[in-house]
């Protein structure tokens, strides 16, 4: 497989395609025939969930793709998501919905990481499914994620990993095998939680805010109200050259300037209310006292008012010419039937105002997405030919209202405390662990009700206090230790996830076998350095080998290398870098009887200076464990609660340790 030959998708854009299954055989006019209907079909079953989205850049768009390069005719689009990646995984779910209600169908949706939604099932992929194995074999069918296996024993349906299949072998394989293709349990379940909330969850990204802007602008965001995205995005990119359409309102004069509320998404409303902007002298924007109660809503007004200009300033007057209305587009009437047909309309009777309110943002859509783009306006544009059409605007109505405008959404959410940031991350890296079933139920309530009531309070200590009896310094010796001994390959260490849950286990025959053949059989001491022989072994072969010591064989090898090391302690002895490791003291009497135990230190026991140097004169062995926990809390102490190597080592192993509660 060649990557070189897969294109290239631009950074911050999601791709997706809807292949047809196709039960007979269809020429290509009817296939073209046929997918253009299912157009109008799809977009009608998700325009309930469209109309009241405001994306960042681009909308969910589908059109018809003839055969080509291999790829069969099918529809898709792409849309382009920016600095919210809600966008993206709204889109999938979208995807999600349309696989489901239309089974005929299936979906493919990549960005320029590749298959992204395997990201989010990281942890549970199969080894062999890697970015290089994943192509044209992650789809979504009937609503579920699908993954074309490799052929086992157990099954011989799949293709080899080291084969591309192509989209119609893909397609297939699933609508054939589709019990075989279907992804695990564990994956499918990390992809829904990522999509869990939707469709709910579009409003609760929205945030509502009062904003002093001029009327024309009012009267434009009261008519199309996803226009905020590229006024918001003008603002928020604008430059020098952009700034000097400001100096001048023509377009948007400050002197009409009425109190509205405007709708945002989050993500937009960050990028406006997080910018530091001072207006120009010449512009007749100005702003109150930072005390004035209604200081900020004076400041989203005059930079909402900015990006508006900077739109309309890159753009030319619309055509005088009246558009045609779109009852006269033969795709209107399929499409209103089949909005119908979906509920869009409620029961609204036909007439009523809720019924108009809803046909005109019917009409919108239809103009954005369905109808021809021969001639697609620019957002600019499409402001200016809103402001050409519509009549003239009553002032006075407009400043009637501000005292019935909705009360504004609050923006606390904006400001993030440690706790909850520490809540989030625990969440997450729980739920990747698959490990700690028992603080999921408690993270989760803590991240639906930040400082909720004492009930929640009092279940968040009890689980915390479960949590500070289950730490063990003997589990943190002992994950580091499964850690190292773990097999990995070259792509990078696999982390031994299971650990907590495998029991220690130590077979003293295996383990004396293993010393035996390491060192001979010869019994002498072990020092601690003798631990790492078998990687200075790998690289004193490689030393030999470079200087054509090819005929030595292993006993020679051996009784090199403990010279070697004999010379190494030697020489360290006379330095102080032994005080730095707590070492392991046997007593004399002990180790007479075949039984070491740790002692404790030579003051503690009375112990004569003689009997110190004579033990001095022993090479001690090492306290690896003690060595081990007492370095990595000294770690944890220096980073002081922030991230550190420590720290994301400890919680990648899915062992988590208390704050440090002694101020020394």
Request: with cysteine.
């Amino acid at each position: 497989m060649d990557n070189l030959q897969r294109r290239t998708i631009q950074e911050d854009v999601v791709q997706y395609k809807l292949f047809w299954i196709q039960t007979d055989s269809s020429t290509s006019q009817q296939t073209e025939e046929h997918l253009t209907h299912l157009v109008e079909e799809v977009l009608a079953k998700v325009a309930s969930l469209l109309i009241q989205y405001i994306w960042q850049h681009q909308s969910f768009n589908l059109k018809y793709h003839p055969e080509k390069a291999g790829v069969p005719a099918h529809i898709g689009g792409s849309t382009q998501f920016g600095d919210n990646v809600e966008d993206e995984w709204f889109v999938v779910y979208l995807l999600q919905q349309i696989t489901e209600g239309f089974p005929e169908l299936i979906a493919k949706v990549e960005d320029n990481d590749g298959e992204f939604l395997l990201i989010e099932a990281a942890d549970y992929l199969p080894k062999w499914l890697s970015p290089d194995t994943s192509e044209n074999r992650v789809f979504l069918y009937r609503g579920e994620l699908h993954i074309l296996p490799c052929p086992s024993k157990s099954s011989p349906v799949g293709v080899s990993k080291d084969v591309v299949p192509c989209v119609e072998q893909a397609t297939s394989m699933l609508s054939t095998h589709s019990g075989a293709c279907l992804a695990s349990h564990k994956i499918r379940s990390a992809l829904k939680k990522r999509l869990e909330g939707y469709p709910e969850k579009i409003k609760v990204d929205l945030h509502r805010a009062h904003c002093f802007i001029p009327s024309t602008i009012a009267m434009v965001l009261s008519q199309r109200p996803d226009l905020v995205a590229p006024a918001v995005s003008a603002f928020y990119l604008r430059d020098p050259v952009d700034l000097q359409a400001c100096r001048s309102f023509k377009t948007f004069p400050p002197d009409t300037r009425v109190l509205t509320s405007v709708t945002f998404t989050r993500c937009l409303y960050a990028q406006l209310q997080q910018q530091q902007f001072t207006p120009d002298r010449r512009s007749g924007f100005t702003l109150p006292p930072h005390t004035h109660p209604q200081y900020k809503s004076h400041e989203l007004g005059m930079k909402l008012a900015h990006g508006f200009e900077i739109l309309c300033c890159k753009c030319r007057l619309p055509s005088s010419e009246p558009d045609a209305p779109v009852s006269c587009n033969p795709q209107w009437k399929g499409f209103v039937d089949s909005l119908k047909a979906n509920g869009y309309f409620r029961e609204e009777l036909e007439g009523s105002a809720h019924y108009r309110e809803l046909a005109r943002s019917a009409e919108n859509f239809f103009k954005q997405s369905v109808a021809s783009k021969s001639s697609a306006l620019s957002p600019g544009e499409e402001v200016l030919q809103l402001l050409h059409s519509c009549g003239p605007i009553n002032l006075e109505e407009l400043k009637k209202q501000e005292a019935q405008l909705p009360q504004e959404d609050s923006d606390s959410w904006l400001d993030i405390t440690t706790q909850d940031l520490e809540r989030m991350l625990q969440e997450r890296s729980v739920g990747r662990a698959d490990v700690g079933s028992q603080h999921s139920s408690s993270t989760k309530r803590g991240t639906q009700n930040v400082g909720g009531a004492e009930e929640g309070r009092k279940e968040a200590e009890d689980d915390k206090k479960e949590e500070e009896a289950s730490y063990s310094l003997v589990a943190v010796s002992q994950g580091m230790k499964n850690f190292l001994n773990a097999m990995s390959s070259h792509e990078g260490a696999e982390l031994p996830w299971s650990s907590s849950t495998q029991p220690f286990s130590l077979e003293p025959d295996s383990m004396a076998k293993a010393l035996d053949r390491l060192l001979g059989s010869n019994e002498e001491e072990l020092d601690s350095d003798d631990l790492d022989d078998d990687d200075d072994d790998e690289d004193e072969d490689e030393e030999k080998e470079l200087e054509g010591h090819a005929d030595m064989n292993g006993t020679e090898t051996l009784d090199g290398l403990r010279k070697y090391m004999d010379e190494m302690d030697q020489e360290l002895m006379s330095t102080n870098i032994g005080q730095s490791f707590n070492l392991t003291k046997y007593n004399k009497v002990d180790l007479d009887n075949g039984s070491p135990h740790s002692s404790a230190s030579g003051g503690e026991r009375g112990e004569t200076k003689e009997e110190e140097e004579e033990e001095e004169e022993e090479i001690q062995p090492l306290d690896v464990d003690l060595n081990l926990v007492t370095n990595l809390l000294e770690s944890l102490s220096c980073q002081s609660g922030l991230a550190g190597p420590a720290s994301n080592l400890l919680q990648s192993l899915g062992i988590h340790l208390p704050p440090n509660s002694d101020p020394s």
